[in-house]
């Protein structure tokens, strides 16, 4: 089992780092590849296959290998040194590497709950259609894309194409 998590994770990573290392970060369509991931973690399974391991390990050196699963310091390095040409071009001061790490720690998180818990938790909100997943992932894209270029996230909200919609 902990094969097949990393084979569908080393596939992932590599997709995801070759993405995010374009010369122009803002031709990536970041809603997509949010999806894309969230794909790999929900709908083949993959997250509620890691959290199990993850649960019925009890040793250190496995909880290691856990760890490589995640490429969360490799995709935070890539995003820094993005938002750092991007803040030298405008003049701004870059946020601390600790910002971009949380952002995509933030993500990460946000991306495994999502696919292990996601359905029930909005269900119990009244977001029960079937795009209510899609939706609220793409408004996390485009709060994190907002985050991390620096923007007000209430003036991304309201730049948002679609409309509000209240469940219920």
């Known amino acids: 089992m902990r ?10 990573r590599t997709e995801l780092l070759n993405t995010l290392a374009v010369p122009d970060p803002s031709a990536i369509d970041v809603p997509a590849l949010i999806e894309r991931v969230f794909d790999t973690l929900g709908g083949h399974g993959q997250a509620r296959l890691m959290a199990w ?5 009890d040793d250190t050196r ?3 290998r856990e760890r490589s699963a995640f490429f969360v310091q490799e995709t935070a390095e890539i995003v820094h040194a993005q938002r750092e040409a991007r803040f030298a071009e405008t ?3 870059t946020p601390a590497f600790e910002d971009s790490l949380f952002a995509i720690l933030l993500t990460t998180l946000a991306l495994i709950g999502d696919a ?5 938790a909005r ?14 992932r793409t ?9 991390l270029a620096g923007e007000d996230a209430a003036a991304a909200a309201k730049s948002r194409s679609s409309p509000a919609r209240r469940p219920g």
């Open 91 to 93: 003049g701004r001061r």
């Open 116 to 120: 292990l818990l996601g359905e029930s």
């Open 123 to 136: 269900a119990s909100c009244g977001l029960d259609d079937p795009a209510a997943g899609r939706r609220f």
């Open 3 to 12: 094969a097949v998590v990393e084979r569908a994770f080393g596939a992932l």
């Open 62 to 64: 496995g909880a290691r």
């Open 53 to 57: 391991l993850a649960l019925a390990n």
């Open 139 to 147: 408004w996390f894209a485009e709060l994190l894309v907002a985050h």
